[in-house]
């Protein structure tokens, strides 16, 4: 029903195909070892402003840097998450247990 409501555009079928991925039992990596180092401190301080909702001007402000360095902290969050957007970012960081 979840894969069926992002094909027809009501939600983002990235964060669908997350939430469904999800792993279960024993094998699960929302432990905090593995993925503790997964970002800097500063990528989680942008990722954190990222899941509420901030643009990238507005967490400049917020974390005293360029809106360019918060876009590479973003595109390199990204690349560590495996996710495309903003939405997907944060979702996989909260089941990681990194937000």
């Given at each position: 029903m979840l894969m069926a409501e992002a094909y027809a555009g009501r939600h983002d079928a990235e964060v669908v195909?997350?939430?469904?991925?999800?792993?279960?039992?024993?094998?699960?990596r929302t432990s905090a070892a593995p993925s503790a180092g997964l970002l800097s401190r500063?990528?989680?301080?942008?990722?954190?402003?990222?899941?509420l909702?901030?643009?990238?001007?507005?967490?400049?402000?917020?974390l005293a840097i360029s809106p360019s360095t918060v876009r590479t902290h973003i595109e390199s969050v990204f690349r560590k998450l495996e996710s495309s957007t903003r939405a997907a970012a944060t979702l996989k960081a909260m089941h990681l247990g990194l937000l």
């Open positions: 195909a997350a939430l469904l991925n999800k792993p279960r039992g024993r094998e699960s500063r990528e989680r301080d942008v990722l954190r402003w990222v899941s909702g901030a643009s990238n001007k507005v967490i400049a402000q917020k």
